[in-house]
Each structure stands twice: as C-alpha cells, then as structure tokens.
C-alpha cells in the first residue's frame, strides 16, 4: 500500500483513519500536529508540527487534511494549499460503505464518509467533508473546502459555495443556492438562497 501523512490531530482524525483504513489504498505513517495532547488515536504517531513537512515530503508522497471544519473556514483550505505548494499528492478518500454515482465528480484531498450517497451528476469540490450519513442528491454542486455535516441533505441542483458549512441534520431545498463561506447550524431547512457570509443558528 501506498503511504500517508495526516495533517491534524483532532477528533476528526479518528473518523478519517477509519475510512483510509477501510479503503485499504493507504498505509498512515503518521499524523502532524503542534498540539499532542489532542489525538486519540494512540497507535498513530505524532510525527510533529508542520515544520517537518519539507522533511518528511521527500519519503512521503501522499497526504490527507484530517483537520475538521465547523467555524473556522479557512483553516483547512491554508493547510491544503500549502500541502500543494510542496507538491504532495492529495488524494481522495472514500470509504467503501458510502454510495458512490459513477456519473458524480469528485475534486482532489475530499473525504466521503461512511454511509454517504453521493447521486448522478454530482459535483464535489477540492477538499471537502462529506460526513457520515450526508446526501448529496443529483445534480447538486459543493464547492471547495466544503464541509456538509452528519445526516445533511443537499437536494437536486443546489449549489453549496467555497468554504461553506452545513450543520448536521440540516436541509437544503432543490436548486436553492448557498454563498461562499456561509455558517448553516443544524437541523435548518434552507429554501431561499443565501449570499456570501451569511451565518444561520435558527
């Protein structure tokens, strides 16, 4: 198998670890993390911070963002970038107990969790999330650095901009549009569009 980094040593981590393991595509050589106290994941080495990446880019090819993403937009999208300033291959990730559509496209470094559906002509961005149990019905479009949480429906033809969270259990109507770095809580249904920056609780 081939090697993989993990950036991030957060409770995220444990989620992806499991889907990398069950595609059984990559070994994890390690995880980078300036906070070693966040990992629960023991069996993992903390290889360090992201000093090391020039190092450790020169035995390693591959890596994967393992950073989560629910206020703070940007930062997953920084790491990634510099992870592609170094040249590593991001590859992407999809656990075998989600549904895939052949007819879906799917961009570098995203993760699809377990037990997500992703339909016909779906369109997924560079380093997304697709959480546990989400859906991501036919013809809808997520852009980059995109996190649609645990048991989100993204319905036929919606657009979800760059860097947008959908919080759990929320629902987005068909062909609603979502703007860029939008903040959608949990368990919302959303039938009108929204523009960029915009931030839902309620």
Request: one cysteine or more; proline letters at 1%; glycine letters at 10%.
């Amino acid at each position: 198998m081939k090697k993989i980094l993990l950036i991030g040593g957060g409770r995220h981590l444990n989620s992806c670890v499991d889907v990398i393991r069950e595609q059984k595509k990559y070994s994890i050589i390690g995880y980078l993390d300036k906070n070693l106290k966040k990992n629960r994941r023991d069996e993992i080495k903390n290889l360090g911070n992201d000093n090391q990446l020039v190092i450790l880019r020169k035995k390693i090819k591959h890596a994967h963002v393992t950073i989560g993403q629910i206020i703070n937009l940007k930062i997953r999208e920084k790491v990634f970038n510099k992870l592609k300033k170094l040249k590593f291959d991001l590859p992407i990730i999809l656990s075998p107990f989600s549904v895939i559509s052949k007819s879906s496209t799917i961009g570098e470094g995203t993760i699809i969790m377990h037990g997500a559906i992703i339909n016909a002509n779906a369109k997924i961005g560079k380093n997304c999330i697709i959480n546990t149990g989400a859906i991501i019905e036919h013809d809808a479009t997520i852009g980059n650095h995109c996190h649609i949480s645990t048991g989100a429906i993204i319905n036929g033809g919606a657009i979800i901009g760059n860097n947008s969270f959908i919080g759990s259990g929320s629902i987005i109507k068909q062909e609603i549009k979502v703007g860029s770095k939008c903040f959608i809580n949990s368990n919302l249904f959303i039938n009108n569009n929204l523009k960029t920056n915009q931030i839902l609780k309620k």
